[in-house]
């Protein structure tokens, strides 16, 4: 067992560096390969932060369900022939990207 020695850091990334890849997952629906890639750490690292994240939650306290009736419901829109329209997307990519990574990480 190797010994904690008060002169070297502690190893690996701060806890601010993982509540940001957390948070980039939950907020922005930011995949885990561009979270990797934006903080270089691989995707099996954010993966495991993530999951530490929702573990680090509480469950909510779901009432009794005692005599509640369920009901799904499926809906299916098909449109055969209808009306086509072209779409204009040029430009909606860049215009909504946004840098999130920084160099620059604090404890």
């Known amino acids: 067992m ?3 020695n008060d002169q070297f850091p502690t190893p690996g990334k701060p806890k601010s560096m993982k509540a940001f890849a957390v948070f980039l997952h939950l907020e922005f ?3 885990f390969r561009s979270i990797g890639k934006c903080l270089k750490v691989s995707t099996v690292t954010v993966m495991g ?11 909510p ?3 009794s369900s ?3 009736k369920i009901m ?3 809906e299916m829109w098909h449109f055969v022939d209808g009306k086509k329209q072209d779409l204009d997307l040029e430009g909606v990519r860049s215009a909504g990207k946004k840098n999130y990574c920084s ?3 604090q404890a």
Do not use: C, T, Y
């Not at 932060?49 to 929702?54: D, F, L, Q, S």
């Open 2 to 4: 190797r010994e904690v």
């Open 29 to 31: 629906d930011a995949s």
């Open 49 to 59: 932060w993530v999951k530490e994240g929702a573990e680090s939650l509480q469950m």
């Open 61 to 63: 306290e779901i009432p």
């Open 66 to 68: 005692k005599g509640a």
């Open 72 to 74: 799904l419901f499926d």
């Open 103 to 105: 160099e620059n990480w």
